[in-house]
Nanobody, 114 residues
Framework: VQLQASGGGLVQPGGYLRLSCAAS????????MGWYRQAPGNQRELVAT???????NYEASVRGRFTISRDNTKNTVHLQMSSLRPEDTGVYYC?????????WGQGTQVTVSS
């Protein structure tokens, strides 16, 4: 499985960005896709996940500001981020978990700064 993320960039506090990730390869029907982030000096942490059935889970600090969605027909996952804060800065990674495989994308930088 290969994951290709896109959509990062520099944005001012209060702004918005949309991240996208496309998965290719051997993808099973039942899986979980998600976004994780890693700030300098910190461990990688969960941002949001979504199951193939649409069930979602969010890290507390992004709930209400970020929305995760997916298109099962295209094997894509998106993260709509709004009301961005400087503490949202980091490298964002997409992930696909399924039976037998756990795959990560290459990461895309998100910087929130004035």
């Amino acid at each position: 499985v290969q994951l290709q993320a896109s959509g990062g960039g520099l944005v001012q506090p209060g702004g918005y960005l949309r991240l996208s990730c496309a998965a290719s390869g051997s993808i099973f029907r039942f899986n979980v896709m998600g976004w994780y982030r890693q700030a300098p000096g910190n461990q990688r942490e969960l941002v949001a996940t979504i199951t193939n059935g649409g069930g979602t889970n969010y890290e507390a600090s992004v709930r209400g500001r970020f929305t995760i969605s997916r298109d099962n027909t295209k094997n894509t996952v998106h993260l709509q981020m709004s009301s961005l804060r400087p503490e949202d800065t980091g490298v964002y990674y997409c992930r696909l978990q399924q039976s037998r495989t756990d795959s990560w994308g290459q990461g895309t930088q998100v910087t929130v700064s004035s």
